[in-house]
Structure formats: C-alpha cells, structure tokens
C-alpha cells in the first residue's frame, strides 16, 4: 500500500503512527489466535472457536488499517485541524478484545 504524506502537514505523520498502531494491535491478536490454535487439542472446541474468532477479527483490524478512505479522512481532519478519533472502531475493538480475554481465561480456568 502506498500511502500519499502530501495530503498533510503533520510532521509527525499522525495518521502514519496511528495506522501503524492498529497494526500492532492485528498482529498481537493474530498471535493469540496462534496460541488459541496450537491449544486446541488440549482445550477442545473452545479454543478452536476461541482461535477462528480471534483471527478473524484481526483480520477486520488489519483491513481497517490499510483502507485507503480512513487514512485519508484521517489526513484531511489533521489537514482542517478538526481530527476526531472514530468512536466505533476503537469501542468495537476494545470490546472484542475484552470478550475475547474473559473466553479465553474461562477455557484456561
């Protein structure tokens, strides 16, 4: 993905950072949906419900990192100094994370 700094002024490249960030956090559930998989015949069903969940939804965090609109929405807000987080993409995946936390420590439990 090439991604144009021209559409801002952000010596920081804000958008940059923040793109990077969601890609950390898809990597991170990634591996613990690796970790999930590689239990699963120790854990039963669960883990591997636990491990498909988890993959896929890294898998919509990477997608929503590299769209193309939502970095240049993100630039054009730094661009009209009136950036705003989304609300819903970050309540959404703080909530899969925190789901998939409590599943994952009842299995282990």
Do not use: N
């Amino acid at each position: 993905m090439s991604i144009d700094t021209a559409l801002h002024e952000d010596p920081g490249l804000q958008p940059e950072r923040t793109t990077q960030a969601w890609q950390r956090t898809s990597f991170a559930l990634a591996v613990a949906g690796a970790i999930a998989l590689r239990w699963a015949a120790q854990l039963g069903l669960g883990a591997t419900v636990l491990a498909v969940v988890t993959l896929s939804v890294a898998a919509g965090a990477v997608l929503l990192a590299w769209q193309s609109k939502h970095y240049r929405r993100a630039a054009g807000a730094i661009r009209g100094g009136r950036g705003a987080a989304d609300p819903w993409s970050i309540l959404l995946l703080t909530l899969a994370v925190c789901a998939l936390a409590i599943v994952a420590i009842a299995l282990v439990w």
